[in-house]
């Protein structure tokens, strides 16, 4: 008989988990399920990053690191990230294994007890999970109502925080509505911010995955370097979402405190991963943008597909998800489409806004329109 801590008994389990469940009982009885439930890019690794890390391997780089990452990944790191308006020392970047830990190290840093912190719904499940197990309350504003942009939400949002406020996390791309933010909006943002005096967490793991338009770094606003934790990951920009590897970068004082954390739990990121990291970021231009390209091809299919079928979606601009309408009970809608027609997407709920699906566009041609055909015939569009 153990004794749980509150810590993990606040987390519930995921709400996708009853979905991926029910796709792997079907698969395993034979049958062919659309999954366009999955965050991941469905390409492979591109080759010369695969070369990188076997070169490094060949080169016997299979020890620990520095706990904070090999120096010419942060020196990377710290170059990609002044391209994007970012000025960061290499002692001011943590490598992680995936841009999941470093989020978690981050919370984990600057949060106690009872501290607040913000999202903006729909947001990505872990933050919720990940703020409950470092004993954080909550403040939620609704994005549904705008179609899922920040800039007719500021006033929302402003009512939503205070001076109790320590964190809001933005997360532009965002998953899982492809909302890219307006730079008006990140305006917004940091005058909030500057106001109550809150620390803004941007996700911007999807930062390279962007249609037509730029994403701006939070920390690049006027006002919001000393304030501002980035975060990033090569999962989604270099499909290598299996190599576990990400970074977060802000002021010293934090990277002080986190990498206790990162230290005493992880140690470091995978050595010849990282090597492999350098490379990625060095000269992989040519395949984000070819991955970037189909991606956008995609969504637009996938939205004329449904405005085909008289549904309206919001697209945005960025990542690859699209949130479709679906009934108030997103959950039944959404086990009904896998158990009926084979469709796999996850509830709007998991995200915090019941009444959509999210649906995955990382998946070939072919296989999103007979998602979409599937969805018809049986009556979910
Ligand atoms: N942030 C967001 C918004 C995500 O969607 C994901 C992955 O799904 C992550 C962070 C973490 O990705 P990883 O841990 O693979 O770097």
């Known amino acids: 008989?153990?004794?749980?801590?509150?810590?993990?008994?606040?987390?519930?389990?995921?709400?996708?988990?009853?979905?991926?469940?029910?796709?792997?009982?079907?698969?395993?009885?034979?049958?062919?399920?659309?999954?366009?439930?999955?965050?991941e890019p469905?390409?492979?690794?591109?080759?010369?990053?695969?070369?990188?890390?076997?070169?490094a391997l060949e080169a016997g780089e299979t020890g620990y690191t520095p706990s904070n990452g090999i120096p010419e990944l942060k020196e990377a790191i710290a170059a990609k990230l002044a391209d994007d308006g970012l000025d960061h020392?290499?002692?001011?970047?943590?490598?992680?294994?995936?841009?999941?830990?470093?989020l978690f190290e981050i919370f984990m840093s600057l949060i106690d007890d009872g501290d607040e912190v913000c999202l903006l719904d729909p947001a990505w499940v872990s933050y919720e999970a990940m703020v409950k197990m470092a004993g954080g309350s909550l403040a939620r504003v609704d994005l549904s109502p705008h179609d899922f942009q920040l800039e007719p939400a500021l006033d929302a949002l402003g009512e939503a925080v205070s001076d109790d406020t320590e964190i809001l996390v933005v997360n532009s791309p965002?998953?899982?509505?492809?909302?890219?933010?307006?730079?008006?909006?990140?305006?917004?943002?940091?005058?909030?911010?500057?106001?109550?005096d809150i620390t803004v967490i941007s996700d911007e793991i999807y930062k390279e995955i962007t249609y037509g338009v730029d994403q701006t770094s939070l920390g690049a606003i006027d006002g919001m370097a000393d304030r501002t934790v980035t975060l990033n990951g090569f999962s989604k920009a270099y499909a290598m979402t299996g190599w576990r590897l990400g970074y977060f970068a802000g002021p010293e004082e934090l990277i002080d405190q986190a990498g206790k954390l990162h230290s005493h739990s992880v140690s470091c990121a995978v050595n010849f991963v990282q090597h492999a990291g350098v490379e990625a970021l060095e000269n992989t231009d040519e395949a984000v943008v070819e991955m970037r390209d189909a991606f956008e091809e995609r969504?637009?299919?996938?939205?004329?597909?449904?405005?085909?079928?008289?549904?309206?979606?919001?697209?945005?601009?960025?990542?690859?998800?699209?949130?479709?309408?679906?009934?108030?009970?997103?959950?039944a809608w959404c086990e009904g489409a896998i158990e009926d027609a084979h469709v796999a997407t996850v509830p709007?709920?998991?995200f915090g806004t019941p009444g959509y699906a999210r649906l995955s566009y990382a998946a070939s041609k072919e296989r999103l329109q007979e998602g979409v055909e599937r969805l018809a015939e049986h009556g979910y569009l």
Do not use: C
């Open 1 to 39: 008989n153990m004794d749980f801590a509150s810590r993990v008994q606040r987390v519930e389990p995921s709400a996708t988990l009853a979905i991926s469940n029910l796709a792997a009982e079907l698969e395993a009885d034979g049958v062919d399920v659309v999954d366009l439930s999955v965050g």
């Open 174 to 196: 965002s998953n899982p509505t492809g909302a890219v933010y307006s730079d008006a909006a990140l305006e917004g943002v940091r005058d909030l911010a500057v106001e109550h």
């Open 42 to 55: 469905d390409f492979d690794t591109p080759q010369n990053v695969k070369d990188a890390a076997e070169d």
């Open 89 to 102: 020392d290499t002692d001011e970047i943590i490598v992680t294994p995936g841009g999941k830990q470093a």
């Open 348 to 350: 709007g709920s998991a």
């Open 299 to 331: 969504r637009d299919m996938l939205a004329d597909l449904f405005a085909d079928h008289g549904v309206d979606v919001p697209v945005g601009d960025g990542a690859f998800y699209m949130m479709l309408p679906v009934d108030d009970d997103d959950q």
